[in-house]
Protein backbone atom coordinates (compact mmCIF):
# COMPACT_ATOMS: atom_id res chain seq x y z
CA UNK A 1 0.00 0.00 0.00
CA UNK A 2 1.58 3.16 -1.37
CA UNK A 3 1.21 6.48 0.84
CA UNK A 4 1.92 9.61 0.74
CA UNK A 5 1.70 11.51 3.83
CA UNK A 6 1.87 15.47 3.61
CA UNK A 7 2.60 17.95 6.35
CA UNK A 8 3.82 21.36 7.60
CA UNK A 9 0.42 23.44 6.09
CA UNK A 10 -0.84 26.09 8.07
CA UNK A 11 -1.96 29.87 8.22
CA UNK A 12 0.33 32.35 7.43
CA UNK A 13 0.61 36.40 6.32
CA UNK A 14 1.39 37.50 3.12
CA UNK A 15 5.14 37.67 2.92
CA UNK A 16 5.99 34.92 5.14
CA UNK A 17 7.01 31.23 4.30
CA UNK A 18 6.12 27.65 5.23
CA UNK A 19 7.64 24.62 4.51
CA UNK A 20 5.72 21.44 3.16
CA UNK A 21 7.06 17.68 3.79
CA UNK A 22 5.61 14.77 2.10
CA UNK A 23 6.87 11.66 3.62
CA UNK A 24 6.27 8.04 0.91
CA UNK A 25 6.29 4.32 1.01
CA UNK A 26 7.19 3.82 -2.27
CA UNK A 27 10.16 1.89 -3.48
CA UNK A 28 12.86 2.97 -4.96
CA UNK A 29 11.72 6.34 -3.90
CA UNK A 30 14.79 7.60 -6.28
CA UNK A 31 13.24 6.60 -9.36
CA UNK A 32 9.72 8.52 -8.81
CA UNK A 33 8.78 11.76 -9.97
CA UNK A 34 7.77 13.89 -6.64
CA UNK A 35 5.56 16.72 -7.25
CA UNK A 36 3.51 19.35 -5.61
CA UNK A 37 0.10 20.34 -6.83
CA UNK A 38 -2.34 22.42 -5.50
CA UNK A 39 -6.22 23.37 -5.59
CA UNK A 40 -8.02 26.78 -4.29
CA UNK A 41 -11.94 26.63 -3.99
CA UNK A 42 -13.48 26.42 -7.41
CA UNK A 43 -10.89 26.05 -9.27
CA UNK A 44 -8.94 22.71 -11.07
CA UNK A 45 -5.66 21.32 -9.83
CA UNK A 46 -2.45 22.87 -10.79
CA UNK A 47 1.04 22.01 -11.15
CA UNK A 48 3.11 23.93 -8.51
CA UNK A 49 6.66 22.19 -8.57
CA UNK A 50 8.16 18.70 -9.71
CA UNK A 51 11.38 17.02 -9.20
CA UNK A 52 13.62 14.04 -10.79
CA UNK A 53 17.23 15.09 -10.75
CA UNK A 54 16.47 18.75 -10.36
CA UNK A 55 13.26 21.42 -9.57
CA UNK A 56 10.46 21.96 -12.71
CA UNK A 57 8.29 25.42 -11.51
CA UNK A 58 5.13 26.59 -12.60
CA UNK A 59 5.80 30.30 -13.54
CA UNK A 60 3.30 31.33 -10.67
CA UNK A 61 5.79 30.19 -7.93
CA UNK A 62 9.00 30.67 -9.61
CA UNK A 63 11.88 32.29 -7.88
CA UNK A 64 9.49 32.15 -4.60
CA UNK A 65 9.36 28.37 -4.18
CA UNK A 66 12.23 25.20 -4.07
CA UNK A 67 11.59 21.83 -4.02
CA UNK A 68 13.89 19.51 -2.48
CA UNK A 69 13.96 15.85 -1.81
CA UNK A 70 15.98 13.58 0.63
CA UNK A 71 15.96 10.00 -0.87
CA UNK A 72 17.44 8.80 2.21
CA UNK A 73 14.43 9.81 3.95
CA UNK A 74 11.69 9.10 1.60
CA UNK A 75 10.74 12.37 1.89
CA UNK A 76 10.10 15.49 -0.40
CA UNK A 77 10.36 19.36 0.56
CA UNK A 78 8.57 22.27 -0.88
CA UNK A 79 9.69 25.28 0.76
CA UNK A 80 7.87 28.39 0.19
CA UNK A 81 8.64 31.90 0.48
CA UNK A 82 6.99 35.41 0.00
CA UNK A 83 3.76 34.00 -0.02
CA UNK A 84 0.66 35.63 -1.51
CA UNK A 85 -3.17 35.22 -0.55
CA UNK A 86 -3.61 33.72 -4.17
CA UNK A 87 -1.11 31.10 -2.67
CA UNK A 88 -3.95 29.50 -0.78
CA UNK A 89 -4.99 26.15 -1.54
CA UNK A 90 -5.00 22.44 -0.53
CA UNK A 91 -1.46 21.76 -1.38
CA UNK A 92 -1.37 17.82 -2.69
CA UNK A 93 1.84 15.52 -2.97
CA UNK A 94 2.08 13.21 -6.00
CA UNK A 95 4.48 10.56 -7.27
CA UNK A 96 4.60 9.05 -10.81
CA UNK A 97 7.43 6.38 -11.79
CA UNK A 98 10.17 8.44 -14.35
CA UNK A 99 10.54 11.79 -15.08
CA UNK A 100 8.63 14.68 -14.39
CA UNK A 101 5.67 16.41 -15.95
CA UNK A 102 3.80 18.95 -15.72
CA UNK A 103 0.32 16.57 -15.97
CA UNK A 104 -1.49 15.70 -12.98
CA UNK A 105 -3.25 12.80 -15.35
CA UNK A 106 0.54 11.35 -15.33
CA UNK A 107 1.09 11.32 -11.56
CA UNK A 108 -0.09 7.58 -10.08
CA UNK A 109 -0.13 7.96 -6.37
CA UNK A 110 -1.64 10.97 -4.05
CA UNK A 111 -1.54 12.09 -0.62
CA UNK A 112 -4.55 13.49 0.87
CA UNK A 113 -3.65 17.20 0.78
CA UNK A 114 -2.95 19.96 3.49
CA UNK A 115 -4.24 23.51 3.49
CA UNK A 116 -2.41 26.70 3.08
CA UNK A 117 -3.55 29.76 3.90
CA UNK A 118 -1.81 32.98 3.43
CA UNK A 119 -4.16 36.13 5.24
CA UNK A 120 -3.24 39.56 3.68
Known amino acids: QVQLVESGGGLVQAGGSLRLSCAASIRPFSSYTMGWFRQAPGKEREFVAA?????DYADSVKGRFSISRDNAKNTVYLQMNSLKPEDTAVYYC????????????????WGQGTQVTVSS
Open 94 to 109: AARYGSATYSLYEYRY
Open 51 to 55: IYWSG
